[in-house]
């Protein structure tokens, strides 16, 4: 759970606007998620000082510098180990990881896994538009069977990544599906998501209007149904969710696939910090413990 | 012969078809992406398997198991991708494999920026992987060379059964020039020790793992000797006007030729000024240099890094001569002007009648 200060003056969203306007294109779907994760700290009413936003590499990655938090610009497909460490050294801050697919679901792709595996409290939003995009339009991890992109002149031959199916599999405690064409539904996601303890997955469609033509807005916007606009989805059975992540096509799900909360987050389950964060904590050694473990060392 | 116009990027993927490459494993990043792009249109219309890779990392692997069933295969990346290709580089030249990396040089050091630099010489030079290991590395300075060592690349891969780098500037990368290819395609053979899933190559073992500390020693002598081959046969460098040269300007990729610029104007004011440019960064052209202190009474040598390819100048020259250095990084090319008045100081201070120098180490 986040941190939540009762501020003396309310947050809105002008305090988590950042110091450099976006460079993305007009139109861009990443605008959408800006927006709505600035939104959502504005519900919750978290402090700037209190939240880190961690990103890779790609068009999306250069998130941190459009948003008024700590911020941390880190390698192509690395943030989440980087946002790991610093989670693990100062557990008390909110921890907001940022990128696209080809950083999250490439590159990174092994990185994710690991990260959903251990539970580490952090929220990853991945804006995938299913295009490499910052190196003008290679083929993602994402991107259809048969889509023609620059690396894939004569037609991609491979089939896409499931990020939903992957990160159930693999065992993440909160995994969701947004898109930056539904503002409210996403806000409300990327809230639940911030609130959640342990690690949350949200994939999140956010359409490149410059080298995709074939997932749009357009395209998206008759396909994507809420989840809970279904009364009968319940969101903590693993089983049903799985079955909700293999659909594709004239109907695509968004929404919370699944949440558990049952689980120990990774700094909840590490001893050493139960009694606080590393960061501030004094160094000391007690004397006859040092002499002791020198001595075993001997 | 004809001659066509086209960016150095993608004269590499033509030359490496050529050159009998039929295997290419990349990863998108700017300045090579059109490497990995010509090579996903082009290598399906020759029967050659183009597979874009989830990392660098994956791509230099994938070469690994390319290179180790006997084909001819290539990755291209830049700065932040070699880095991370660094520990496969280190294996396939543990095990003897041969493969061609193209290195189309950024900024750096971290993410840098996406302009020229050549701040790549020493990872890629020196060697950024673990172990006593070279890869030979070729650096071309016109998009017809980006072509022509493309195919020197891959005859030097397989004859040394070693990683080769041809390590070219961003200039290199996306500048366009007429170039005009080989007539004829190479054909390569099956190499005897591939593990080809023939019977003869049954017996066959791609390893670098050497658990015996006498057996490991044996094989990095081993791969020492073959070092020493190359040192002495396929060191390469072009003499420009050197002949008479009493000032040396030295420098690759596109440094050379607005140093051969500079030197010409240089020589129109009547000073002997040549420039020597090493092709083959390792091996080192030693002797090439060597050769020139005959005349030479001093060396400038002018690099996109901070004093990285100077040091291999010193090593060659042993004190022979002084040697200056000038440079420019962060994706700034020096200009013809400001190298034309280092040139000129330098004249002053070592050319008629001037009393001999020390060698002065200068960093500018």
Known sequence: MATIIESPKSLTQADFKGRVDPDWCPGCGDFGVLAAVQKALVELQIPNHQIVTVSGIGCSSNFPGFIETYGMHTLHGRSLPVATGLKMANHELTVLVTGGDGDGLGIGGNHLTHTMRRNVDLTYI???????????????????LGMKTKSTPHGNIEGPINPITMALAAGATFVARGFSGEQKHLTELIRLAIQHKGFSFLDVFSPCVTYNKDNTFQWFRPRVKKLEDDPAYDATDWLAAMEKSTLWGEEIPIGRFYERTDLPSLDQAEPVLKDGPMVGRSAHIDPAVAQSFIEELM | MSRHLMKGNEAIVKSAILAGCRGFYGYPITPASEITEAAAALMPQVGGVFLQAESEVAAINMLYGAASAGVRAMTASSGPGISLMQEGISYMAGAELPCVIADITRGGPGLGNIASEQSDYHQVVKGGGHGNYRTLVLAPHSVQEMADLTVLAFEL?????????????????QMME??????????????RWAVAGTDASRGNVIT????????????????????????????????????????VLVGYGIVARILKAVAAEARAAG??????????????????????????RAFLVVEMSNGQLVGDVRLALNGARPVEFFSRVGGNAPTHLEVLAEVQDLARRHLAGAPAEEELIVHV
């Open chain 2, 178 to 191: 007429p170039v005009e290819f080989p007539e004829v395609a190479t054909e390569p053979r099956l190499p």
């Open chain 2, 157 to 173: 891969a397989d004859r040394y059964r070693n990683p080769v780098v041809l390590l070219a500037d961003g200039f290199m990368g």
């Open chain 1, 126 to 144: 991945i804006m995938d538009n299913q295009i490499y995009g910052l190196t003008t339009g290679q083929t993602s991890p994402t991107s259809r």
């Open chain 2, 271 to 296: 000073l002997p000024v040549g420039v020597l440019r090493p092709i083959t960064l390792y091996p080192f052209p030693t002797l090439h240099f060597q050769r020139l202190t005959a005349r030479a």
């Open chain 2, 208 to 247: 670098s793992m050497h658990l015996d500390t006498d057996k490991l020693e044996a094989h990095v002598r081993q791969l020492e000797a073959k070092y020493f081959i190359t040192e002495q046969r396929e060191a390469r460098a072009e003499d420009w006007r050197t002949e008479d040269a009493e000032i």
